[in-house]
């Protein structure tokens, strides 16, 4: 079998798209909202992480226009090089001030943020522990790094962290990374036990706080601002594409770390900056988010309302306190056919399949914005609970041709 036979063999995809259960790549015929247009009908929003819901606002729009009209539509370079604007200079600047750290430096998108920070600081020497639910992009960045060792502990398992981190040489340089808020279970790590161990162990501490801020801590600072753990943390990274309403990402830490990482990141040195009307727009939500950190309550209000809905009408969750709210639906199938009934009658949601989740635990992930009204979470209450009482155990077969 050469290359090209592998990729021809492989039809899952096509197998679910004539079982009409292919769940991927619906075209959003509206911006991102509370309620979006897909295949010509209004929908409700469960499936966004445009949390703090600015990427419609006329704010941000207008500043991206504004950038546009400056510096026009790209920068033509990286960072390192010709592509660093006044705009750019000015985002790490309010992004350090925000986080409480001593510098900032932006990145292209989240993804290229953790391949850049992780790639840079771990050297032949570190060895690297990550939480077992940690996004792929820490994953992917850990394998693509120098790194002596990488190794998984069990999710937020401190017992299984300390174990690990017992064996490995006292003299060595290590890297603890964690998400903040995990983007499948919508859980909290636990912080605290994270930082004693940390310093038990001499080692390093990374948050990738994605989807954490915005959602939690003063003003919406994240999982370090929550536990009150700030200057704990050694390296803060999150995105511009959830509550910043752009696209990029950052990474907040002290001035040695930010150097080291502004002359050694590959991804930073190496790739084109963040486009003007990006960075502009990212830059403008941070000012929204610090002038109403009431959104922050807001969204949580929400999440909370539509929480105990779906539990008060026995709809099986993943408790927890954060804007992400999973639904079990166990069968792969299964939810994938439950998915595809939701956004008929009117709900988008993610269906969440192994490998992110264990077999046999599948879930529909759904998230919140801090616009969304208590109507639309009434109705979508209903239709969910609806679809799920007529799917019952139904498992649809899926059968390759």
Same mark, same amino acid.
């Not at 990488?150 to 964690?178: Q, W």
């Not at 639904?327 to 299964?334: N, Q």
């Given at each position: 079998?050469? #290359? ?10 096509? $197998? ?24 010509? +009908? ?15 606002? *006329? ?16 920068? =033509? ?22 986080? +409480? *750290? ?34 792929? %992009? ?16 069990? +999710? ?7 174990? *690990? ?13 964690? $998400?903040?808020?995990? =983007? ?21 501490? /990374? ?29 803060? /990274? ?16 002290? *001035? ?8 050694? =990141? ?37 999440? %909370?309302? /539509? ?34 009934? #939701? ?17 046999? /635990?599948?879930?529909?992930?759904? %998230?919140?914005?801090?616009? +969304? ?29």
């Amino acid at each position: 079998m050469n #290359l090209l036979d592998v990729f021809e063999s492989y039809t899952f995809p096509q $197998d679910l798209m004539k079982q009409g259960l292919y769940p991927y790549f619906h075209a959003l015929e509206s911006g991102q909202d509370t309620e979006v247009i897909i295949d010509g +009908h209004p929908t409700i929003m469960l499936g966004s992480n445009n949390y703090l819901g600015l990427t419609s606002d *006329k704010r941000t729009i207008a500043a991206a226009h504004e950038a546009l009209d400056k510096f026009g539509t790209g920068c =033509s370079g990286s960072r390192f090089l010709n592509g660093t604007l006044t705009l750019h200079l000015e985002l790490e600047r309010e992004l350090a001030e925000f986080f +409480h *750290k001593d510098e900032a430096i932006t990145f292209s998108t989240g993804f290229q943020t953790n391949l850049g920070i992780v790639s840079a600081v771990a050297t032949r020497h570190t060895y690297i522990l990550h939480d077992s639910e940690n996004h792929a %992009s820490l994953l992917d960045a850990s394998r693509l790094s120098f790194a002596k060792r990488v190794y998984k502990y069990e +999710h937020n398992n401190m017992e299984d962290l300390e174990d *690990k981190l017992s064996r490995i040489p006292e003299d060595a340089e290590i890297l603890i990374i964690t $998400d903040g808020v995990f =983007s499948m279970s919508g859980d909290l790590a636990n912080l605290p036990e994270l930082v004693r161990l940390k310093k038990k162990y001499n080692a390093l501490l /990374m948050v990738d706080d994605a989807h954490g801020v915005g959602m939690i801590g003063d003003c919406g600072r994240g999982t370090a601002s929550h536990f009150d753990l700030e200057d704990d943390v050694d390296i803060i /990274m999150t995105t511009f594409s959830k509550s910043f309403a752009s696209l990029g990402g950052c990474m907040a830490a002290n *001035k040695a770390i930010a150097n080291y990482v502004r002359h050694h =990141s590959r991804p930073f040195i190496f790739s084109a900056s963040i486009p003007p009307s990006n960075a502009a727009a990212a830059l403008e939500a941070l000012r929204i988010l610090r002038s109403s950190p009431e959104r922050v309550q807001a969204l949580i209000d929400i999440a %909370s309302y /539509m929480r105990d809905k779906l539990r008060a009408n026995n709809v099986p969750i993943i408790e927890g306190s954060t804007a992400v709210i999973p639904i079990f639906t166990y069968d792969p199938h299964r939810t994938l056919y439950i998915a595809k009934r #939701l956004l008929e009658e009117g709900v988008y949601v993610n269906p969440v399949l192994p490998p992110a989740v264990p077999e046999n /635990m599948c879930l529909l992930r759904t %998230s919140y914005t801090a616009t +969304h009204t208590k109507e639309q979470m009434d109705r979508a209450c209903d239709i969910i609970v609806r679809v799920l009482n007529e799917v019952g155990d139904y498992k649809p077969e899926v059968v390759a041709e």
